[in-house]
């Protein structure tokens, strides 16, 4: 956090080594590493406007055959809160700059190779409209049963108290 601004990320790395033997053919690939990013930020401003933004990026996965693509998103909004009414109003774009998102892959085998590219339509615009009722508190539930049958020093056993046997 910086004064009204706050921003969040991660990363993740890891390596990718794989080989087999499949019905006497060799099947080796390249090893590599894969990784992915993500980051995110809101923007407190005046009058109970919000802005804020996320992104993520995934680097192309290795498989036995080949690789899938890589991804990536990126979006941003804005929101004013009504206090008062305890609601807000928002507004969302998601890749405002890119109508459609192409996914290009490779497969090779032992006589085969396959390469596809396909794009789907990304681009989106929300508006959102939230409004929050009631008071959600927790509490501490005192429990209303007292486990008191155990003796001191017992071992879950009770005594006799001079009864029958």
Same mark, same amino acid.
């Given at each position: ?30 090893? *590599? @590493?894969?990784?992915?990013?993500? +980051? /995110? ?12 933004? !996320? =992104? ?54 032992? *006589? @085969?190779?396959?390469?596809?590219? +396909? /794009? ?12 929050? !009722? =009631? ?31």
């Amino acid at each position: 956090n910086v004064n009204s601004f706050t921003i969040r990320g991660g990363f993740n790395l890891g390596t990718f080594n794989y080989s087999s033997k499949l019905e006497d053919v060799a099947v080796t690939n390249p090893s *590599g @590493f894969e990784y992915n990013v993500n +980051f /995110g930020g809101t923007l407190n401003l005046p009058k109970d406007w919000k802005m804020d933004f !996320f =992104g993520f990026l995934r680097s192309p996965r290795f498989t036995i055959q080949g690789r899938q693509p890589n991804f990536s998103i990126y979006g941003m909004g804005i929101k004013k809160e009504f206090p008062k009414i305890k609601a807000s109003l928002g507004l969302r774009v998601i890749e405002p700059f890119n109508n459609y998102k192409f996914f290009d892959s490779a497969q090779t085998g032992n *006589g @085969f190779s396959l390469e596809s590219s +396909f /794009g789907i339509p990304f681009r989106s615009v929300g508006l959102s409209f939230d409004y929050r !009722f =009631g008071n959600l508190k927790f509490k501490e539930r005192k429990s209303a049963i007292d486990n008191d049958d155990l003796m001191q020093g017992g071992d879950g056993q009770q005594q006799n108290s001079g009864g029958r046997n």
